[in-house]
Nanobody
């Protein structure tokens, strides 16, 4: 079993920045792909960014490309999402996820989930 815990959410103005962190514990494996998803009120959970175990392949949803950066530290068992130039449409609950499919992109490809952290961007 793997436990994931997100932190770093909050309220920020348009154009601001936030850094989300996800700490893994339990039966973790550095071979897991790690990803960030988000879910806005009334919308489905969507993929935001994904990083393979060795950071050799990273993918972003088009709407955050160039603004968000995902990274991971396999020694510290953390994954980070640096979010810059935030927009009101980035407002959502952000979830960290871990899965065995190295290129997983959809929710059903991830087995372990955190509880989520709220990000609110005011206009």
């Amino acid at each position: 079993q793997v436990q994931l815990e997100e932190s770093g959410g909050g309220l920020v103005q348009t154009g601001g920045s936030l850094t989300l962190s996800c700490a893994a514990s339990g039966r973790t494996s550095s071979t897991y792909a790690m990803a960030w998803f988000r879910q806005a009120p009334g919308k489905e959970r969507e993929s935001v960014a994904r990083i393979t175990w060795n950071a050799g392949n990273i993918r972003y949803v088009d709407s955050v490309q160039g603004r968000f950066t995902i990274s991971r530290d396999n020694v510290k068992k953390t994954v980070t999402l640096q979010m810059n130039s935030l927009k009101p449409e980035d407002t959502a609950v952000y979830y960290c996820a871990a899965g065995l499919n190295p290129y997983g992109w959809t929710t059903d490809e991830y087995r372990y989930w955190g509880q989520g952290t709220q990000v609110t961007v005011s206009s």
